[in-house]
């Protein structure tokens, strides 16, 4: 799954707007996608919690109905273009990024 920080989308932006090199679409996202078990096993740490197993597929259908499909599917989604032209991330990895969200209070 795609993910990246919010200070991150916004130097993306940035970084779009002043380089004439980027023509056309640009992924904003993270530099290293991440499968859901990674994610909730980063999650976890952050949080000092145990993550004991994911969510069952059936479960997820039974709570989320239709909407369960965007939760079960992967996209593997890479910032080629940002990459490219010298995008350096301020969070360049989960861990650093969900630390600075959940600890920005």
Do not use: C
């Not at 980027?22 to 993270?30: A, L, Q, S």
């Amino acid at each position: 799954m795609p993910w990246v920080h919010l200070d991150d989308v916004v130097g993306l932006l940035l970084h779009a707007a002043q380089n004439p090199e980027i023509k056309g679409p640009m992924n904003v996202v993270g530099p290293a996608a991440v499968n859901n078990l990674e994610f909730t096993r980063t999650l976890a740490t952050v949080l000092g919690r145990p993550a004991f197993f994911p969510a069952p597929k059936l479960a997820l259908q039974v709570l989320f109905g239709e909407m369960a499909t965007v939760l079960l599917a992967s996209q593997r989604v890479l910032p080629r273009v940002a990459e490219r032209t010298g995008y350096q991330y301020r969070y360049p990895t989960l861990e650093a990024a969900l630390r600075a969200v959940l600890t920005a209070r």
